[in-house]
């Protein structure tokens, strides 16, 4: 299965947690490319312009990975995902890293947003996962993330 991940990373987190799953995706002998979207401002409402938004149409399935904002999925991330054309019937799964401990800090909302925009379209949900990036989290929660994440795709 040919699988696509599209990250959002400002500081370089999300973008750690999308290569190991690309190498756990890829012992399990599915190719996978990671594209990167890309803006000019600053990821705050209104103040930025997407300069990458990477195309999904060549992909068998989608894993969207974004860090949390202000509570909320990051706001680049929600432009991209807007602007998205149909999902139709496509598997996707869903990534987001935070700092704070708690799933409800942002975590639960970032996923439930990015799960509605890509519903609407059409796609099919698999699962989601949160890495909490807080150094006594941080290695437990990257390893069960990458483990059911890639777990979503070992029977495809
Ligand atoms: C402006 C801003 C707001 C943030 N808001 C939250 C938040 O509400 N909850 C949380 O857990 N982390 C929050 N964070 C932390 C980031 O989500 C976390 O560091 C994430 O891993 C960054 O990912 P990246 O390095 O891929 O950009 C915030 C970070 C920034 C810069």
């Excluded at 807007?82 to 890293?97: D, R």
Aim: with cysteine; proline share 4%.
């Amino acid at each position: 299965m040919n699988i696509g991940i599209i990250v959002f990373s400002q500081s370089g987190h999300t973008l750690s947690v999308a290569e190991k799953l690309q190498e756990r995706l890829n012992q399990l002998s599915h190719p996978v490319q990671i594209d990167a979207i890309t803006i000019e401002g600053e990821a705050a409402q209104d103040k930025f312009q997407l300069t990458h938004q990477p195309n999904v149409s060549g992909y068998d399935a989608l894993i969207f990975a974004s860090p949390v904002q202000a509570f909320s999925l990051n706001p680049v991330m929600q432009a991209y995902l807007n602007g998205l054309p149909s999902l139709e019937n496509k598997p996707t799964a869903y990534l987001v890293t935070k700092q704070l401990p708690f799933n409800w800090t942002g975590g639960n909302r970032a996923i439930k947003t990015m799960q509605s925009i890509c519903q609407k379209k059409g796609a099919r949900i698999l699962g989601s996962a949160i890495v909490v990036w807080q150094d006594a989290r941080r290695d437990d929660t990257t390893e069960k993330a990458v483990t059911l994440l890639s777990q979503l795709f070992s029977d495809h």
